[in-house]
């Protein structure tokens, strides 16, 4: 009898395991891309929920290059209409920074919308507007976000922006 209760538990906990993958999209995970530039390598960490996200920014520290510094985050939700994710940016962060080195010092400072600073940090960034929208494909373990930098509905015009992430 025991052995049926076991085996009835991992039967449960399998089914539900699977059922849990069923129901998240397959951008839903942590993804991640470096890029290099103006002599700076920078990490991008981006965590996709449902319908929210999260994406960290870090900075390898030229001193230590193993070590990556905690330089800016976004934070925000989404809606997905088939491949096309309208995004609404709710919360910037920008790290703090070391007077005597000039350097980030990884502790972020975040600004909500509607603040002097959000709206600042968002035009530093590029945007006028905090949702804009965003295509997305994923393949295998890659994610390829094309951004409507612009927000006139199109995804290939010299504005816009491709990033590929690695799942990780």
């Not at 891309?33 to 994406?55: A, P, V």
């Amino acid at each position: 009898m025991y052995k049926v209760l076991l085996l009835l538990l991992f039967i449960a906990f399998i089914d539900s395991a699977c059922k849990k993958d069923e129901d998240n999209p397959d951008y839903v995970g942590t993804w991640y891309q470096s890029y290099t530039e103006n002599g700076l390598t920078f990490r991008q960490l981006l965590t996709l929920k449902k319908s929210s996200f999260e994406m960290l920014i870090q900075l390898q520290n030229p001193i230590n290059q193993s070590n990556f510094i905690n330089y800016m985050a976004q934070k925000g939700k989404f809606n997905v209409q088939q491949d096309i994710l309208t995004i609404t940016l709710t919360s910037i962060g920008i790290s703090e920074t070391n007077p005597a080195t000039f350097m980030p010092t990884g502790n972020l400072i975040f600004y909500d919308t509607g603040t002097a600073e959000f709206i600042n940090l968002l035009k530093q960034a590029g945007f006028d507007d905090p949702t804009f929208k965003a295509k997305y494909s994923v393949s295998d373990n890659k994610l390829t976000l094309i951004i409507d930098i612009n927000n006139n509905g199109s995804f290939n015009d010299d504005e816009d922006a491709s990033e590929v992430f690695t799942r990780q």
